[in-house]
């Protein structure tokens, strides 16, 4: 049973009514805008939420959830660099996300290069963060092993003694990633599992022309 059946009718009719492809941006940034903003709009929970896959050394794909946190010529998120995702992606500086938008029958997958934004874009953002989420982001050695719970409760204690009575600093160990679309796939689902998928290709990276395909569901 489905908590939200307002979402549950809005669902059957963009199965009903499909994705046409003349109905399509030429520029997938602003398809995704109009299918990020619909969703925002219509109350899905999270939008922002998305799903990022890294590359391990061995060629094991990693896959995360991480929040959307910028849009402009790339998909930008932010993280401790020195995590496990942080580490597969400065090994291997290639990423494929997903936008498992299902609530509303849709999803998006963008698969490109990445780097990272500049120190400045992070100092940015960070300041923009909850006093407990920066204090959190200097405890937190993200994707180590932990003895307890109590060393992770510790060691957020500490950083907020240290930084009592100051601003909290952007820790160099934490800031964000852009990812640069080669590919960008936009999914409606229809009945009879005729979906409607088109996905946008391009060689270069940015100021780009984008070839559109309508792929087999
Ligand atoms: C909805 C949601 C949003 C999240 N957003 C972020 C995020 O923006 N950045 C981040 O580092 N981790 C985020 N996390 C936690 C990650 O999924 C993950 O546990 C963490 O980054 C460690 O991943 P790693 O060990 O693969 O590096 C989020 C988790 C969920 C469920």
Redesign the pocket.
Known sequence: MSACPDLDVLRSELQERGLRRAELADDPFEQFRRWFDFATEVGLH?PE?MIVS?VGDDGVP?S????L?GLDHGFV????YA????RELAARPVAAICFPWNLLARQVRVEGTVERVTPAESDEYFATRPRGSQIGAWASD??EVLDGRASLEARWAAAETRFAGTDVPRPPHWGGFRVFPRRVEFWQGRPSRLHDRFRYTTDRTVGTEWTIDRLSP
Do not use: M, P
Request: no cysteine; charged share 20%; glycine share 6%.
């Open positions: 999270e939420a890294s990693s995360r959830h991480v929040l946190r998120f932010f993280t401790n995590s496990h995702k942080g993200q994707s």
